[in-house]
């Protein structure tokens, strides 16, 4: 640890002379003279493209684990309803020819899909094996993406939006940020602060976290399990399709889009505990942020002892690494995760 | 759907008539045919087609048979159907190949297996230079040769500082180098993202805002062409700092693209307006049954089958002679849809570079325009390395 204060020290000042390099005589002085506020400026804006990373893994993870922790079901087809959600969304907004409109509609249509899915299909595969649900839901990945290909073709749809949320706005002086960016910052916390008085402050959420605590007890309470099953599947459905159909517009829509990052949203959950939402919040958060920051800042650490190229190659490898040695170290220090749901 | 069964018959016939077999060229095509960018395989396999629909499906009076093989974009899957083409297929000729790290891959069981490999697009540098060989030929590009026309368009421009962005794998890496080889100005940044995962560039536009250059440069073949540019136009940066672009427009991904592509410069050996012959008659067959206009990666395609059909025709279908075959080949005596060019020592082409824009077309449709010849002529940097002589 003591030896990282002076590393970053030299870091930030390679940083900024690496910003400053190419001001020339035209350039404006007040710039070159104070080349902090510019590097802050660049850091503010990383964590905020951490954060905005983060909460769109929240948002996929939340589904995730609350199916995981409460129904016991390893659901590998939560990627296949992040992708639905996006195609409904550009679907939808085509008919409308509005994206607003596209969106509230793609997430009724994922929530149905979603529980649909649970009565027709996963219902078998409850009291199973992990196996059998590895193989079942991968079964479904497969179902789904050919699915996709048949209704809607093998090229994928884009999904445009509306003038007032393309172009960025000055939050701080000289700080642009893409207005659409914030949307899903705001849009994300507002969900996270829904699904926090769901779970903590209504009945149904009560029934939530009890399944999550002992199963066998609450359904011999006399709970409809089908019934909680159904409804959590289908808010975990609607949870992935919102964040594929906010995804939509900054990626495009295609076949298979939901499989990469279903990758990355079971590491938030085994992160936070499985089955706990407030630990999924904080993962995803933070798995947004340091694959951002390192992304960001880790060639030009690098490249304070290795050739610039070198370290342009690099860079991209180990940053890949780093969410995977976060999982690793809290596995090693806390096996049940950072907000473990409290003994079964 | 009509042209999978017509392969799935073709490949029915041949287990059922090995003797037959004997009579044709067989042709094993490696491309990417699922996944995102299957739409990029679609293309070169539909341009294949056209190619060998003008050729009456014959070269020099052999019925020409095509067994498409998907590599799934990955290196290990390319290789291993490159294998079972020439191991159980016995093929007399694979072709395709979208990208650099799968063509890498697969190079050395093909040709050390004395088959003829023609690339349709992907161009590493490794090839051009010390692992050239003689049973390979390009009808596209070495990697660094598009952005090295870029480079020289930004020096035409007068842009005095850029930021390089492209994909961490052997292409993105090559295409880099290619600005680098020849832009004048100062490269004041310099960014490879994960391959193909990465499809969110807000940390790396970020960095571009922080750095100010003049111009950003940019490499992203497919999907991510969509997702950088429409990321770009969010950013806000689109109206600020101008973008010059290699293998990031193409017919494919405009129509995702759409406006955003316009005023946005490319560079490109073949644009499918070049006003040749052989280039009219591609594109006004290929857009009559297709619909939509044909990429660079489809007229490579075709020029591919055209490339082959010569080099069968000239040694009159006796497909054992294979120095003949060479020596046709390098001769590029085909009507090529770029226009005429020439092979260098190391199979790759020596060919004009154009400035391509986005344009409406009459019917209102987004497509490319030829502006401009930005290099003619030209010829890839590691020819030298490369020891063939000839």
């Known amino acids: ?344 | 759907m009509k042209r999978i069964l017509m392969g799935t018959a073709a490949f029915v016939a041949l287990g059922a008539a090995p003797a037959a077999a004997q009579q044709s060229v067989k042709i094993g095509f490696v491309s990417t045919f699922s996944g995102p960018t299957a739409v990029i395989g679609n293309d070169m396999r539909n341009s294949f087609e056209v190619a060998l629909e003008h050729l009456g499906r014959k070269m020099a009076g052999k019925p020409v048979e095509v067994i498409y093989e998907d590599d799934q974009q990955k290196p290990e899957v390319g290789v291993q159907k490159s294998q079972k083409l020439i191991e159980s297929d016995k093929v007399d000729f694979v072709v395709g190949y979208i990208w650099s790290n799968v063509l890498l891959a697969s190079l050395g069981p093909v040709v050390n297996s004395q088959t003829f490999l023609i690339s349709a697009n992907a161009g590493p540098s490794q090839i051009a230079g010390e692992q050239c060989s003689p049973f390979f030929f390009s009808t596209s590009w070495q990697n660094d040769q598009t952005p090295q026309a870029m480079g020289e368009y930004m020096n035409q421009k007068g842009v005095k500082t850029a930021f390089l962005i492209g994909p961490n794998y052997a292409a993105g890496k090559d295409m880099l180098t290619g600005v680098r080889a020849t832009f004048k100005g100062e490269i004041i940044g310099e960014e490879l993202t994960r391959w193909p995962d990465q499809l969110d560039f807000s940390t790396e536009l970020s960095k571009v805002r922080a750095a100010k250059p003049e111009a950003v440069f940019v490499f992203y073949p497919g999907a991510a062409g969509v997702q950088f540019l429409t990321q770009y136009t969010q950013s806000g940066l689109k109206g600020q700092i101008p973008l010059y672009t290699a293998f990031t427009i193409d017919a494919i991904t405009l129509k995702l693209q759409k406006e955003l592509a316009l005023g946005v410069p490319g560079a490109q050996q073949w644009v499918n307006d070049l006003p040749n012959d052989a280039n009219k008659k591609y594109v006004a067959d290929f857009r009559k049954k297709f619909g939509n206009y044909p990429t660079f990666y489809g007229a490579q395609s075709y020029d591919a089958a055209n490339l082959l059909n010569s080099a069968v025709v000239a040694v009159n279908g006796d497909l054992s002679k294979k120095d003949a075959m060479r020596a046709e080949m390098r001769k590029a005596n085909y009507a090529s849809v770029r226009g005429p060019y020439k092979y260098g020592n190391n199979h790759f082409p020596i060919q004009n570079f154009y400035l391509q824009d986005v344009v409406k077309d009459a019917e209102g449709n987004l497509t490319l325009k030829t502006v401009a010849t930005i290099v003619k002529d030209s010829q890839d940097r590691f020819h030298d390395k490369c020891p063939m002589k000839w």
Not at chain 1, 50 to 59: A, D, K
Not at chain 1, 121 to 143: E, M, P, S
Not at chain 1, 162 to 189: K, S
Not at chain 1, 315 to 321: D, H, K, R, V
Request: hydrophobic share 60%; glycine share 10%.
């Open chain 1, 1 to 344: 640890m003591a030896g990282l204060v002076p590393a970053i020290h030299v870091f930030l000042r390679s940083v900024s002379q690496g910003v400053d390099a190419p001001a020339k005589p035209g350039h404006d002085e007040r710039e070159a003279c104070f080349p902090n506020p510019r590097l802050m400026l660049l850091f503010v804006e990383q964590c905020l493209n951490g954060l905005q990373f983060g909460l769109l893994l929240f948002l996929l993870a939340a589904g995730l684990t609350l199916v995981f922790g409460i129904m016991d079901l390893v659901n590998l087809a939560h990627g296949s309803l992040y992708m639905l959600g996006a195609y409904f969304a550009a679907t939808f907004a085509a008919l409308t020819d509005s994206f607003v409109a596209g969106a509230v509609l793609a997430l009724a249509a994922t929530l149905v899909v979603g529980m649909a899915l649970e009565v027709v299909a996963l219902r078998r595969l409850y009291g199973r094996d992990h196996l059998d649900h590895v193989l079942g839901t991968f079964g479904l990945i497969l179902f789904f993406n050919e699915l996709v290909r048949m209704i809607w073709g093998p090229a994928g749809l884009s999904l445009s939006l509306p003038m007032w949320l393309i172009l960025p706005v000055e939050l701080l002086p000289g700080l642009y940020y893409p207005t659409y960016r914030i949307a899903i910052i705001v849009t994300a916390l507002a969900v996270a602060l829904f699904l926090y008085v769901l779970v903590m402050r209504t009945r149904l959420g009560m029934l939530i976290r009890a399944g999550a605590s002992n199963r066998e007890m609450t359904g011999a309470l006399g709970v409809n399990i089908n019934l909680l099953y159904t409804m959590v599947f289908g808010l975990g459905a609607a949870l992935a399709g919102l964040a594929g159909l906010m995804q939509a517009p900054i990626l495009t829509v295609q076949i298979g889009m939901g499989e990469n990052i279903l990758i990355l949203a079971f590491v938030v959950i085994i992160i936070g505990g499985i089955g706990s939402i407030r630990g999924a919040f904080i993962a995803a958060v933070l798995v947004g942020l340091i694959d951002t920051i390192g992304r960001a800042f880790l060639p030009d650490l690098l490249r304070l002892v290795l050739s610039s190229r070198a370290a342009s190659t690099v860079a991209p490898a180990i940053s890949s690494m780093t969410i995977y040695l976060l999982m690793a170290v809290v596995l090693v220090l806390r096996p049940e995760g950072l907000f473990p749901v409290s003994s079964k």
